[in-house]
Structure formats: structure tokens, C-alpha cells
């Protein structure tokens, strides 16, 4: 019997320097985000999750791990409404708390959500990750599906008690993306993914800054990200991501480390998995056969990719 496909995504740095990632066997065409996914460590399921939910990404600190949940409260082919929840857990994954806004928050909030379902108000609030500082969180909120543009609030965690402590952290200035994903930080730097900024297609990560008014502003973009999402930098800078449209987590984090040069910042030691893109390529190609010298191949897939971007 041949072994399953384990499609992969938002990997993050774990206990032991290990990389876990959300992962589903499914071959269906449900949308990735739609997935009944797992969490992963070296193809092995590490963390289940109750039937009625579904995983969403999360982070490590030293002892514990903070994840999301997703509720499908309705599900049709034209629209879909859900609400999420975050939580954490020890070493043993026993889930030990777990915080859903919409039990607290009955009316629209510019900051969490604008759309109700039944009656009620429902709130997107998933991918936590620490802040620098003990027991605070960023976690993603807001969002196009939710009515909003792309939010992230702050949140304390204390003794197994959640508490939304902001309701935002950005700068008005990034307000502008239909939705912020995989926030994650280092000295006074936000890394994140979108996929618009305002009316235009990105296909970078993206980086904001700290201000003087302790507020994330826009910073700009990461130079040689193209195509990938879901960042997750450690304390060296190496970076972990996912391809956009492939389901491939990053191939060699120790060698792909963020830098500082010239006022940007740039992914250097950036591998591209040929192999990867091919099956991609073949389908919007129509399956017609492209010859090119080796050396050519990097330029291709940049430009190939940037072209759908």
C-alpha cells in the first residue's frame, strides 16, 4: 500500500528545535483551510482535536503550546461561517484552557468582527504567538470573511486564564491588508502574511515596526519571499514558511536566515525545490513541456510565479 500524502503547512519552531506543522492526508479539493488538520512532528501526529473543530496554527514557548480552533457553524459552496477559538497546552497536550471571544463579545467590533450567524456575533481569532514580554500573546483577528480588514490584538495568558488586554496593536497604516496571518516577532519586528494590501496582490512576507506610540507600523517587504507564507523565525533568524499553493514546508531552515542590510530586510540562503513547483507548473501549462537551460530555471519560476502573484 503507498504511503499517504501528507499535505503540510505553517510549520513553527518547537521544544527541542523541532519543527512541527499542520498537516492533513486529505486528497479531496477542500480549500487547506477547510482541512481536518493535525499537528505534525517528522510525519507523526503529535495533537488531536475534538471532532467538531478543526486545527489551526499555533507557537511554542518553553513549556507550553498555544494553538487555535476552528468552528464550522455553517458550510455551504457559497459561504461559510466560523468562529475560532485559541488554546494551550503542555508537553503532554492535554488541553488545559481555551479562550472563544464570541462567548464575551455579542456586539460587532471594529477590531474582531463585523458578521453574526443566528443572531450572534462570531469571531476569527486563531495563530497565537508571544510577544516580547511574559504571558502576552499576538494573536490574528479581523478579516475579509469577518467583514474587516486584517486585525491583531494583544492578549495575556495567566495561570490558564485568557484576557483580550488590546484590541489592537497595529498603526493605522496597517489596516490595509484583507487579512493578517502567522504574525511573528523579533526585537521590536512583526513578520506576517497577507495576500492583498489594499486592492493589490502581494506575494511576500511582509514586516512591520514598533513606533514610538507602541504601535506596529508598515515596514515593508522581505526581500526574496516570493511566494512563501506563514513565517516563523527563531531566536537565529532562520526562517520556516510554507510554498503558496504547493502544501511544502520549507526544506532547509538552517541555512535560510533573515538579515538586516541597507534598510531591509532580505531571506539569504533561500533553496527553491525545483521538484515542488513542477506539478504546479504542468497544471497551468496545460501540461505542455518547457525546456530551458538549468541555469535558466531560477529566473523562470521567480518570474512564473510573480506573474500570478
Same mark, same amino acid.
Given at each position: 500500500? @503507498?504511503? *499517504? #500524502?501528507?499535505?503540510?503547512?505553517? =510549520? &513553527? ?7 512541527? !506543522? +499542520? ?68 508537553? @503532554?497536550? *492535554? #488541553?488545559?484552557?481555551?479562550?472563544? =471571544? &464570541? ?7 471594529? !477590531? +474582531? ?197
Amino acid at each position: 500500500m @503507498s504511503k *499517504k #500524502i501528507i499535505y503540510k503547512w505553517d =510549520p &513553527s519552531w518547537g521544544w527541542n528545535n523541532k519543527i512541527y !506543522y +499542520l498537516g492533513a492526508t486529505s486528497d479531496n479539493k477542500t480549500p487547506f483551510w477547510l482541512k481536518k488538520a493535525y499537528l505534525y512532528c517528522d510525519d507523526k501526529i503529535e495533537l488531536y482535536t475534538p471532532e467538531n473543530s478543526r486545527l489551526c496554527a499555533g507557537s511554542f514557548t518553553n513549556n507550553l503550546y498555544y494553538g487555535s480552533l476552528s468552528y464550522d457553524l455553517y458550510r455551504s459552496r457559497l459561504e461559510t461561517y466560523i468562529d475560532q477559538s485559541i488554546f494551550v497546552c503542555d508537553k @503532554s497536550w *492535554k #488541553i488545559s484552557a481555551e479562550f472563544r =471571544p &464570541s462567548k464575551f463579545f455579542k456586539k460587532p467590533n471594529k !477590531y +474582531l468582527s463585523n458578521i453574526k450567524y443566528l443572531d450572534n456575533l462570531i469571531v476569527p481569532f486563531r495563530d497565537p504567538t508571544p510577544i516580547s514580554g511574559a504571558n502576552k500573546l499576538a494573536v490574528c483577528t479581523g478579516g475579509f470573511r469577518w467583514g474587516l480588514s486584517g486585525n491583531v490584538c494583544e492578549v495575556e495568558s495567566v495561570n490558564n486564564r485568557f484576557s483580550i488586554t488590546r484590541e489592537t496593536i497595529l498603526e493605522k497604516n496597517m489596516r490595509i491588508f484583507d487579512e493578517i496571518e502567522r504574525c511573528t516577532f523579533w526585537n521590536e519586528y512583526m513578520f506576517f502574511s497577507a495576500r492583498k494590501k489594499g486592492n493589490l496582490q502581494i506575494n511576500k512576507i511582509q514586516v512591520a515596526k514598533l513606533n514610538r506610540n507602541g504601535f506596529y507600523s508598515y515596514f515593508g517587504e522581505v526581500k526574496n519571499s516570493e511566494n512563501l507564507y506563514g513565517p516563523c523565525l527563531n531566536a537565529n533568524l532562520e526562517l520556516l514558511y510554507w510554498y503558496q499553493g504547493l502544501h511544502v514546508i520549507s526544506k532547509n531552515p538552517n541555512d535560510e536566515k533573515l538579515i538586516f542590510e541597507n534598510n531591509e530586510w532580505i531571506l539569504k540562503g533561500r533553496k527553491y525545490i525545483w521538484y515542488c513547483y513542477m506539478p504546479k507548473i504542468i497544471e497551468k501549462t496545460s501540461n505542455q513541456i518547457i525546456f530551458f537551460p538549468k541555469k535558466k530555471f531560477k529566473k523562470f519560476i521567480k518570474n512564473y510565479f510573480n506573474r500570478d502573484a
